[in-house]
């Protein structure tokens, strides 16, 4: 079993910046892929980022290519995602998941979920 606690959520102006953590529990955190997700006011959750167990991989939605950095530190059991030159449309709840056997976009495939952080982004 493994718990997820996302934190560094809050209020941004257009053009700034965020670091969102997920810290995680459980020994078999460096095993994991993970992934980070998100869900604006009626809309679907969807792909962000996500990075393989060990760091070497990484994949980004076309929106956030660019201004946003996933990273891990294993030894923290910690993902990392890095949000820069935010806009308006990054507004969301941000959700951090885990348990995929390879980094990947899609939702099935994780089998662990946090409670999701909010990001607002003000114009």
């Known amino acids: 079993q493994v718990q997820l606690v996302e934190s560094g959520g809050g209020l941004v102006q257009a053009g700034g910046s965020l670091r969102l953590s997920c810290a995680a529990s459980?020994?078999?955190?460096?095993?994991?892929?993970m992934g980070w997700f998100r869900q604006a006011p009626g809309k679907e959750r969807e792909f962000v980022a996500a990075i393989s167990w060990s760091g070497g991989s990484t994949y980004y939605a076309d929106s956030v290519k660019g201004r946003f950095t996933i990273s891990r530190d294993n030894a923290k059991n910690t993902v990392y995602l890095q949000m820069n030159s935010l806009k308006p449309e990054d507004t969301a709840v941000y959700y951090c998941?885990?348990?995929?056997?390879?980094?990947?976009?899609?939702?099935?495939?994780?089998?662990?979920w946090g409670q999701g952080t909010q990001v607002t982004v003000s114009s």
């Open positions: 459980g020994r078999t955190f460096s095993s994991y892929a």
């Open positions: 998941a885990a348990g995929a056997p390879v980094a990947t976009i899609r939702e099935a495939e994780y089998d662990y």
